[in-house]
Every structure is written in C-alpha cells, then in structure tokens.
C-alpha cells in the first residue's frame, strides 16, 4: 500500500517536489512556502479548486519572472 501511494504522490505533484528539491536547496523560507502548498493540494478535496488553481498560476508567474529576468 505504500508504494502505491508514494507512486501516486509522484506521479500527481513530481513537478512540484523537483521545484521543492531545487528551492530548498537554497533558502529554507521558500522551501517552507512550497512545501505548504504541496501540503495544501493533497489535503484539499477533489472539488476544491481554488489550492490547485493558485498553485498554477504562483508557479507559472514563477517562472515567467525566471524567463523575464535571464532574458533582460
């Protein structure tokens, strides 16, 4: 059963860790930031979209300020 769940748990949010593995490497804070978010889209029901949405958009404006900034 355990495996099935860390299989699951991989395959819904390995984006996530990566930038969670990345980020922690770096600053502690931003590591907590992401890992409440990770945190906040297991625990959420299904229908509520509202955790998964802002999640979204706070990693895509995440890195669309990345792109913005390598590229100026």
Known sequence: MGVRHGAYCL???W???AVLFVVG???LVWMAVIAAFVLAEKI???RVLRV???AAVALVGWGVLTLS???A
Do not use: Y
Request: proline share 11%; with cysteine.
């Open 52 to 54: 998964r949405f802002a």
């Open 69 to 71: 900034s390598a590229v």
């Open 11 to 13: 395959g819904c949010c």
């Open 44 to 46: 959420a029901p299904p």
């Open 15 to 17: 984006a996530l860790m």
């Open 25 to 27: 490497t770096m600053h």
